[in-house]
């Protein structure tokens, strides 16, 4: 069973071990740029992304993405990135910006 975790502090190594239980050593992320705070963990971005609506963040705010825990590489491929009305037409994050925060949450927070 998928466990997600909450994140606005570095994560602790069973953290990390619980998060990427699901994919190996893989972990689907959603990012609140704003907050700077993540889930982790989960079997979809989309369980993700409700346990951070529920924490009071703004759904124009997350992002999905993912991270290889061994590399520490990121991708930004997630079905909650489709996104019209932000000018992100697909399931990758098109933004150079948005990409830079969501790297800086990541890295301070599991990697």
């Known amino acids: 069973m998928p466990t997600i975790i909450l994140k606005d502090k570095k994560a602790t190594k069973e953290e990390i071990e619980k998060m990427s239980y699901e994919y190996g050593r893989y972990i689907k992320v959603v990012v609140d740029i704003e907050k700077k705070v993540l889930a982790g963990g989960g079997q979809y971005h989309a369980d993700e992304e ?58 301070n927070l599991i990697v």
């Not at 997350?62 to 037409?89: C, E, F, H, K």
């Open 50 to 107: 409700k346990l951070l609506l529920e924490y009071g963040c703004k759904q124009e705010n997350l992002w999905g993405a993912g991270v290889d825990i061994d590399t520490s590489a990121i991708d930004y491929d997630s079905m909650i990135n489709i996104r019209q009305s932000q000018n992100n037409p697909s399931r990758i994050v098109a933004d150079p910006e948005i990409r830079k925060k969501i790297d800086e949450i990541i890295k």
